[in-house]
């Protein structure tokens, strides 16, 4: 009784949680979760909506808060006692979830249920959740045979194990690599904040002089403005071979290991790939319509990226006279050709992106746009001191959720940024469950003498996330297996894309963007300057993104056995998509853990997908105000709060009143 899991809490009780904690938790409730299932399966009633799938969707409460609260921790403040029990309880929770899934007893109910549901008289939501009940089990393994299901578990086993290490993996060398500077001159061309930043790790680190790390806030300032070109050089190299140095963190088997067992898993499925499991259940359906997606926008792409690329060669070798532009050259002559063609220097705008004045910007939009009210409260357990929390009301001073802001970067953090649930939102037979949602950044830390100061970049990773964060924290159905992001892969970035726009808008920028000294707001001299440069080599960044989508389904959607070199395949992968030259130590396999830890696989393309809607959708804010109460309200009721109650297509359709059009995208990128 004296682990705080094991009692009733209505927040996560992070300050009263110790390590030891967890195992005992999530054993304990695997246990009560099974009970409750058993329960369902040995029903001698006749099975019902009901006494089967509404009672499966209301099982595993408990087990799904803490194994999201324990997650979380090992992405966002993890050590080794906490990977060594994410090693031991993933496979359980695998075993669980195939111990589930494989419960014939369990299927042949819902099965029931699912061959009768025309006579049911089920409203859509609950129609939905019907189908996706009866197909997590149908696509997972239910119609195997006994010697069938035993590979799969197998297999998900091994799969569970081997992602956790990949991100461990890369963790461990985010960590180890570090640049030292010593001399002054070494330090030439970057900005003063940044050296200042540099100095603050070097004293972190128990060291002399300047310290750059491989986080982003230390990494890209450092390649962006450097003038020094083999650090720059340095730096990148080691960015670009992490966990593809040979040594006890080397990931290239584990790639290989895990293409491998997806491709097996998907075979024992009775499905050609994993793409072609994975796509079945997403809007795009099948990976060729994924490439021909892909294919689609890199004929649009590629004659402008290679110009874009030609200009930036030319600048190059007038400027310094560099006769090959090498990947570390990029962000750097990227930057002094931004700077050149519109004036426009990110160090010039970081004094009006104070952290702290963004987060208030972000809250004022969503409350111009969905009424929400946000205030910081100091009464919530936190897993680290940097960790703040909010509580967001409504315009009648209804609950909503929970919003935790964690946003610094720190040795057991990973990199990126991402968004997270610790309590669902569902209807209980009592009440409305609001939901506690987290996002989770890597931002720029203050100094003695600044604060946190945001790049325009950070800006809109910040948007982005909070993006995501309003569709878990708006989120209003019934059953939490449809709740918040609880959508197809390639829907889930719309929120987040589509709430990135407001950043580039006068109207949005002059709530937030404000001297960190003076107050002074933004003035319209940069305001012209952000949307100026908006599309600023757009066709580079569309086909660096194709690439990766690229590469994802060379991996997911064939057979990978016969690939036994991981560096050679990605080369040829990336071949039609090249514009720098290869740098031979360097692998983004290894360490692209979107799709070998997170769950992108066979699902990156989703980023541009959703790029299509977010377009589309902003286009119609766009045409009668980006602050229109009428249109917010209804994306809001027919895309934030509906979850996963309905075909993405059709929710999109309900809100625009038409499918969306490719030509947006195309247009705002500059691209026809």
Request: proline share 3%; net charge neutral.
């Amino acid at each position: 009784m004296n682990n705080p899991l094991l009692t009733p809490f209505e927040t996560a009780p992070f300050s009263k949680i110790k390590n030891e904690h967890f195992s005992p938790a999530i054993n304990h409730f695997i246990a009560v979760t099974r009970t409750q299932i058993n329960e369902i399966s040995e029903n001698k009633e006749a099975p019902t909506f009901k006494n089967t799938i509404e009672a499966l969707d209301c099982t595993g409460l408990q087990l799904d808060r803490i194994s999201s609260i324990f997650f979380n921790l090992n992405s966002a403040e993890t050590n080794d006692e906490i990977q060594k029990i994410a090693q031991e309880v993933s496979p359980l929770l695998s075993d669980f979830r195939n111990d589930l899934l494989l419960n014939e007893k369990l299927f042949q109910r819902v099965k029931q249920v699912y061959d009768f549901k025309s006579s049911l008289s089920l409203n859509s939501e609950q129609n939905m959740l019907l189908e996706k009940q009866y197909k997590s089990f149908a696509r997972n393994g239910a119609n195997l045979s006994d010697k069938d299901k035993e590979i799969l578990r197998e297999i998900d086993g091994k799969l569970s194990k081997l992602k956790l290490k990949f991100g461990e993996n890369v963790l461990a060398e985010t960590n180890k690599f570090y640049l030292q500077i010593t001399h002054k001159r070494e330090l030439s061309g970057l900005p003063e904040g940044v050296i200042e930043m540099a100095a603050q790790t070097a004293k972190e680190k128990k060291m002399t002089g300047w310290v750059f790390t491989l986080d982003y806030p230390s990494y890209v300032p450092f390649v962006t403005y450097s003038n020094q070109r083999e650090l720059r050089k340095k730096i990148t190299v080691a960015f670009g071979q992490r966990a593809f140095n040979n040594n006890e963190n080397d990931n290239q088997s584990l790639v290989l290991e895990i293409v491998n067992l997806r491709h097996q898993r998907a075979q024992v499925l009775g499905y050609f790939s994993h793409a072609h499991f994975v796509l079945e259940e997403r809007m795009a359906k099948t990976p060729e319509k994924v490439l021909e997606f892909l294919y689609e926008l890199l004929e649009k792409a590629k004659p402008a990226a290679q110009s874009e690329f030609k200009k930036l060669e030319d600048f190059a070798k007038e400027l310094d006279g560099i006769d090959q532009l090498e990947k570390w050259d990029a962000a750097y002559y990227s930057e002094k050709l931004k700077q050149k063609l519109f004036d426009l220097d990110d160090e010039k705008l970081k004094p009006y992106f104070k952290l702290e004045n963004v987060i208030e910007g972000v809250f004022e939009i969503a409350n111009k746009l969905y009424q929400l009210n946000f205030k910081e409260v100091y009464n919530l357990d936190t897993y680290h001191e940097d960790v703040k929390t909010y509580e967001v009301t409504d315009q009648n001073n209804n609950f909503i959720a929970l919003f935790y802001a964690d946003f610094h970067p720190r040795a057991g953090k990973r990199s990126g940024a991402w968004m997270t649930s610790f309590k669902a939102q569902y209807k209980s037979q009592t009440k409305n469950e609001r939901p506690h949602i987290s996002n989770v950044c890597n931002f720029t830390k203050p100094t003695k003498s600044k604060p946190s100061l945001l790049s325009f970049n950070e800006v809109t990773t910040l948007f982005h996330e909070f993006g995501h964060g309003l569709h878990g924290m708006l989120a209003n159905t019934t059953y939490k297996g449809l709740s918040g992001t609880n959508v197809s892969w390639d829907f889930v970035e719309l929120p987040s894309q589509l709430l990135e726009n407001w950043c580039y808008e006068k109207e949005a920028l002059e709530l937030f963007a404000k001297h960190y000294k003076s107050e002074q707001i933004i003035p319209m001299e940069l305001i012209n300057k952000i949307k100026a440069s908006a599309t600023f080599h757009e066709g580079m960044q569309t086909l660096r993104q194709i690439s990766f989508g690229l590469l994802d389904i060379a991996w997911h959607g064939e057979d990978p056995s016969s690939v036994k070199n991981v560096k050679e395949f990605e080369t040829l992968s990336f071949s039609t998509t090249q514009l720098y030259p290869d740098v031979k130590e360097n692998c983004m396999s290894t360490s692209f853990s979107h799709i070998f830890q997170g769950g992108y696989s066979a699902g990156y393309y989703s980023y541009k997908w959703a790029e299509v809607l977010d377009a589309d959708a902003f286009k119609h804010f766009k045409d009668h105000g980006i602050f229109n109460n009428k249109i917010a309200a209804k994306f809001k009721n027919t895309v934030l709060s509906q979850g996963g109650t309905c075909d993405p297509l059709e929710l999109y359709i309900k809100f625009k009143g038409s499918k969306p059009n490719p030509e947006a995208l195309l247009k705002r990128a500059g691209l026809i």
